[in-house]
Each structure stands twice: as C-alpha cells, then as structure tokens.
C-alpha cells in the first residue's frame, strides 16, 4: 500500500536532513523433481530494477565461473534464474566463490532444497565484500569493526585492516538485506577521540541506494527520492505563495 503524502514526507525527512552453457529452459517432470540431486543447483537473483538480458547474464557469468563441464539455467521470474550444474562440487564452487556481480549489479545466490525454493521471497540477502573508512581508522578495534559491519547486515567473515593505493581501511563480507538496510556512513562515539563518521563502500556495486536504503538501483533514480523531492518543492511553495497562488504542479 502507498503512503500518504504526509506519512512519506514524515519517513523520510530524517534522511533528507542527512541522518542517518546452455540457457535453454529446464523442463522437469514431476518424477524428476523427486529424484533429482538439487545439492547441485543454485538459485540466482539480479539484484537490478530493470530486466536483464539472459543470454548476456549467462555469457557473463560462465566467463566469470570459469566452467568446463554443463551448466543449465532457468528462469524463474523476474531476474530469477535456477541453475543446475554438472555436480555437487561445481554449485560448491560458485556458492562459495562469490560474490557475484552483473555489470556493476550484486547477484544473491541461494541453496535450494526442491521446488518450493524457487521464488523470489527465498532470496532476501546479498554477500558484498564492504569496505569502513575513516580517518580515525586506528581508533577502531576489530570487534568494534565487526559491530558497525552488523549495522547494515550480517558479518560473514571477520573485518581487517587492509591497505591500498596509499589509504587504510577495515574489509569484511557481509550478507546485506536486499531490502531497506543500505547505508553510507555510520556515526561512532569514542571515548578518547570523539564523535566520527565510518564511511561504507560496496565493492563492484553501484546498484545501491543510500536513501530508500535498497539495492538494485542508483540514489539518482530512486522513485521514493523523486516523489520526495516534488513534495518537499511544493510544501515550499505553499509556505511561499499561500493562498494567493497555487503551487506548480511538478507532475504526478
């Protein structure tokens, strides 16, 4: 259900104020479902608002994967793709050697017991590998570190410090909510430095929005920012002209 006008303006205004190798389709019969090893298939969701190309998908990731034996995909629905490997071992690979991206979009990959795994709603995080900057990085401990990474998701291995191209930083895989957990800073209290801000970058990713704090799409196409944006102009507007002139309609 769509929010009101005033309820929308009200959930985000915090925000505003800057808080915070075939692809051929797999047709199995109901006695092959039953029999069938899904100890080597994997389900694949595109994190990404708009349709991907399949064949382009499967190029991709088989390039990505590195595979010599068969791989099958399905899809599944909207983004939402089954594959079944040539073994066990070949889906252990893959599930394990992440994470994925498709052009600068994050991939989640889930285990699926049967049939009644394969939809959309048994995908509900992403692993990243996510970097914490900041320039009091040597005030912060790594249990610290692994505090602040469990403020936009679940650690998946421990943080540590890493050094590049001259900056140091905490590294860490986290399994991020796909839904309503991405952020860009996190602000910490120090005992003996003070307040800062700890910046978070998603490696490979820039499908990710830090307002409506979702993945799959960019801040500057976020539907949620523009209708806020038209709100916030035409309250100003009201507060401008009053009763005398009515506000520009700036569009649905």
Known sequence: MDLSDEDFLLKYSNLAQGEGVSSHPLRLSVDQEATKNWSA?????????????????????LRAWRMTSQVVFSQKGYNLFLVDFYSVQDANLVFNGGPWTYRTAPIAVARVSGPQ?????HITHVELWVQMHSNFIESISQPDALNLASQIGTPVSLPSITFSDGAKYYRTRISVPIRG????????????????????????????????????????????????????????????????????????
């Not at 952020?183 to 990710?208: C, M, Q, W």
């Not at 196409?221 to 009053?242: P, Y």
């Open 117 to 121: 795994d394969i939809n959309a709603d």
């Open 181 to 252: 957990q991405i952020r860009d800073k996190h602000p910490v209290s120090h005992p003996t430095v003070g307040n800062f801000l700890v910046f978070f970058v998603y490696e490979r990713i820039k499908k990710a929005c830090v307002f409506c704090k979702n993945l799959g799409h960019e801040y500057s196409f976020c539907q949620d920012w523009a209708r806020f944006s038209r709100l916030m102009v035409q309250s100003k507007c009201k507060q401008i002209t009053g009763d005398q002139v009515s506000p520009f309609n700036l569009g649905p």
């Open 41 to 61: 298939s994997l389900l694949l969701r595109v994190v990404i608002d708009r349709q991907v190309n399949q064949d382009d998908l499967v190029e991709q990731l």
